[in-house]
């Protein structure tokens, strides 16, 4: 490799870093809204605990079948003895 | 003054959207009525085809103070009966048990599963949570509850704290959560490695558990918001199912010798990832969950949660739900032990002098399980919501005692007033 080839590589090794920040920090900032773009959020299905009964129940069942428990909340204690 | 200018254009375009938003978008000045009373109430029934039912009650009250102040309080009572996979692997003779409290035998027939027909629990529990703001950004919640059961017992206290950045685009969360549970069977505990032919007993057992939960999270856009979890989990203590035994196989004859009580390693640590995303189609939701735990008992899992929340109307929906779940065996899981040129005495002896845990309960083994269902939402008042769902649940492992089908009702009705 000669040293022309060698400093473009260099300098095409640059570019891609510095397109891969300014693309990486243009994701980051495009992250988020605006308070007044919060309409489809504030709905309570947008929630993540729109459904804390099936949740619960769910949480009762699958602790007491698997060997997993926790993840979304705490795993806690309890039996599961059945 | 250009400053001025362009602020005042700001605020106007700003005003401009919120009130069309209002306008266009009736569930969200419905979602923007703050109720300080929240009623739920579910009842849920569970039927495993050959094995355990069980009902389940719930209702859970909460209310809304000034300041954003929330407390609420959930009492949940079920009652379980059927019949139980005692651990014992199936055999071609016909085997014959005894029950854990040792006054009753029951027979199992030749190549069939071995159910514990005697399986009976109650259980009812009680939670109380507070949640409230500690400055304009930083929230904290904490709260207690306490189950009892007749045969164990678990009180627990947790605390969490979360905070807003970013315009509150971004939540950290971290929490905290303490339990002691007593395991207390009516006739008492099974000797450690002691075979269920000796009937030998000891008193109550503790075991204490401390989880840590890191979370974030991030809107990405106007129609999606993530969550990512971290959970770490360490419990202590008597971790056995003092109902579930080890099948001893004779080398020789393929029959049962014996039964030994199954003993786990008295420590669990567990790493939990947890991802969730909810992503509005301007109509319907699609919510999307993957959860990865693993623990030093050697068990690894992977659980694929999948719904579809299809908005018929304003008042009504539909939601149709899958989940996928499937875990490694634990080190000590074993379907059966074989006698190794012993008796059962001699090789309960052996295993307790050399601290060898096993068990044989299929849900430490190899396990698929998918659960298929659909939920219908509706509202039938102002703040008044009925939903009610079926679910089907099947396991499968690596032998047919992990095989299980079940199936999920549920109905609630939830208001605010």
Sequence with gaps: ?82 | MQLDKKSNVYNLIALASCSLLGVANPALAADDITEDWKVDTAVLYYNETDRVSAVESAVSISKEFSGDKILSGKLTIDSLSGSSHNGASINENAQTFTSPSGEEQYVVEAGDVPLDPNFEDDRTSFNVQMSQPLSRLVNVEYGAAYSTELDYTSMSLNASLTRDFNQRNTTLSAGIAVAQDEINPHDGLPELYSLMSDNTKTSADTKNTVDLLLGLTQVINRNTIMQFNYGIGSSTGYQNDPYKIVSIISDATGAPLDYLFESRPDSRIKHSLYWQTKHHLERDMVDVSVRLMSDDWGINSQTLDLRYRWNLSETQYLEPHVRYYNQSAADFYQYEVSNEGLSAVQLAAQYQRDGTDVSADYRLGELNATTVGLKWGASLFKNHQLTTRLELYQQSGNSDVADLDAMIFQVGYGLKF
């Design chain 1, 1 to 82: 490799m000669n040293k022309t080839s060698s400093r473009k590589m260099l300098a095409n090794i640059k570019i891609g870093l510095l397109l891969f920040v300014v693309f990486s920090l243009t994701a980051c900032s495009d992250l988020g809204v605006k308070p007044w773009e919060r309409d489809i959020l504030s709905k309570s299905e947008m929630t993540f605990s729109d459904s804390p009964m099936d949740a619960a129940f769910d949480d009762h069942i699958y602790f007491s079948k698997e060997a997993s428990s926790g993840g979304r909340s705490f795993s806690g204690g309890g039996c599961g003895c059945n």
